[in-house]
């Protein structure tokens, strides 16, 4: 049960307003990636609330999409991402020849560690 509430609050935290500490967000963890979301979110530091806001007209029974974190973001590097959220956006290839090629998502590099 612990392992699993570990793995729970792994990939379903958001980092709060200060950026030191992060928190569960129902609702907003069911949210899927996109590296053009249609929403984006915030949280008041004041109080801790989360704000999600359209980023541009949405039609109903549309799919909301959040962005986890940036691709562009160099303080998370892939196999963090990967271990995080369980996928690196932007990466295609098939998740065997990763592994067989003993690629830095799944291997990181010593300066990543």
């Not at 129902?26 to 996109?34: G, I, N, R, W």
């Not at 959220?85 to 590099?109: A, C, H």
């Amino acid at each position: 049960a612990v392992k699993g509430a570990f793995v729970c609050l792994l990939t379903r935290s958001f980092q709060d307003g200060d950026g030191d500490e992060e928190k569960l967000v129902p609702l907003l963890d069911m949210l899927q990636h996109s590296e053009t979301p249609n929403v984006r979110h915030a949280m008041r530091t004041v109080d801790g609330t989360v704000e999600v806001k359209a980023r541009c007209e949405i039609e109903a029974g549309s799919e909301l999409w959040n962005q986890y974190r940036s691709e562009e973001e160099e303080s998370m590097p892939y196999s963090r991402f990967f271990t995080r959220f369980g996928f690196v956006p932007g990466v295609s290839e098939p998740m065997e020849n990763l592994l067989r090629d003993k690629s830095s998502i799944f291997y990181p590099q010593k300066a990543e560690v």
